[in-house]
Structures are given as C-alpha cells and as structure tokens.
C-alpha cells in the first residue's frame, strides 16, 4: 500500500503522545496552511494552543483515500513555534502554529477512545444544570464542552448531567479532567474548555452513544468533513 503525503489543505487531528489510547486523550483540530520540507504550518487549534505547548512531542494524522478506504495516517512531531502575524491571503493574518516533523506518514488507529464533533443538527445533546451547553466533541468514554467562567470547575469535580440521544434521556455522572481558559488573543474570553470522563454502567447508554457516533461520523465522512 502507498503511503499518502499531507498536502496543503487537509484537515488534521493532533494528539498529545502522552496521551495517545488513555480516556482524557484531547482530539485537537486544525488545517494544514502550508508544508515546507520538514516544518509544517497549521491554523490555531480548537481549543487553542498558547506557548505553554511548545516543544510537545505531538503525533498529527490525517484521513487520506487509498485503494477506495479511508484510512488515518499519521506521523511524530514537535510544535515548536506560535505566530500571531501569518499572512493567510492578501493582508490577512491569522495566529499559525509551526510544527517539526520527524519521520514519515503511518498508517495509525485512535479509534479506542475515538472523539468527534457533532454538528449542529446532532442526534446527540448534552445538559448541564439544566441547560443544554456547546458541545465541542463526544466519544464513548467522555466529552469536551464550552460553559461561561461565572461558573467555576475544579479538577477531579464531579458533576451531573444529562445526554440526549434522539428522543432518549440519559442521567449519569462526570468527572472533570481539565479546564482550559482561551489563549490571550481570543475573542471569546468570557468561556471555559472543561474535558469530562463519564462515570456509568449501562449498557443501553453505551450502545445507544456508540450507534449515534457512529452514524455522525459516516455522514461527515461522506461530505468529505473528516
């Protein structure tokens, strides 16, 4: 089997490789602005990457088609720079991350804790305090949400919510794993990343949530968004 290159253009997926396989893993997406020998330019992430994250050991992958399969590749990393002035067109500049690549492309599967994001019109919702809340991206084992700061989280909180799966309602119980606060450049200051673990032990939920990410996911992939 030939092994795809990345090309300018293509969506990828970044991942700490501390955290590769392990239930807090942080899917973290991103465009490919530019490709140059070794060094590659990304767009700024969602959530974002500040300076803290420099000189991480990442693995970037990317769904390329081969012999008429998507397959993910995949290939070692270091981010190594965060500019703040990089000209995407014409006097247009946006915030770029510069990664160091070591090696080539793999074939590679993160499919055990698989996070995706749901679009808007999602068979899939999630509520908290009796709201539904933003949200980013979901698996199996957990998911990724925007709330306002006024509210505050802790590390290690437990927290009740409600996920909605078509016309099902789910109560369980979370954990807070991490919060993340917007880079100091962004206009959305007044929000919080909060990653959660799910804490629960039924079955009809899980199959119920494997089915609908499962769905969510062959659709983007037929509009070409993954």
Request: aromatic share 12%; hydrophobic share 40%; glycine share 4%.
């Amino acid at each position: 089997m030939k092994t795809p290159d990345l090309k300018v253009g293509a969506r990828v997926t970044i991942v700490f490789e501390n955290e590769i396989n392990k239930s807090n893993t942080h899917y973290i997406k991103a465009l490919v602005y530019d490709y140059d020998d070794d060094n590659i330019i990304i767009s700024q992430t969602t959530p974002a990457l500040n300076r803290h994250f420099l000189n991480r050991h990442i693995r970037v992958t990317f769904l390329a088609r081969v012999e008429k399969r998507l397959i993910r590749f995949g290939f070692r990393a270091q981010l190594i720079d965060l500019i703040t002035d990089y000209e995407i067109s014409s006097n247009k500049y946006v915030d770029a991350l510069i990664l160091k690549q070591f090696g080539k492309p793999e074939q590679m599967d993160f499919r055990t804790h698989f996070r995706i994001k749901p679009p808007s019109q999602s068979r899939i919702t999630l509520f908290f305090r009796e709201g539904k809340i933003n949200l980013i991206d979901i698996s199996l084992g957990g998911a990724q949400f925007t709330y306002p700061k006024s509210y505050v989280f802790h590390r290690g909180d437990k927290i009740d919510i409600k996920l909605t799966i078509d016309d099902r309602d789910f109560d369980l119980k979370a954990r807070v794993r991490n919060i993340f606060m917007p880079y100091e450049y962004s206009a959305h200051k007044s929000i919080q990343y909060v990653r959660i673990k799910f804490e629960y032990n039924n079955m009809h939920l899980e199959t119920a949530l494997g089915r609908a990410i499962i769905a969510i996911e062959r659709k983007l992939l037929s509009e070409g968004k993954i």
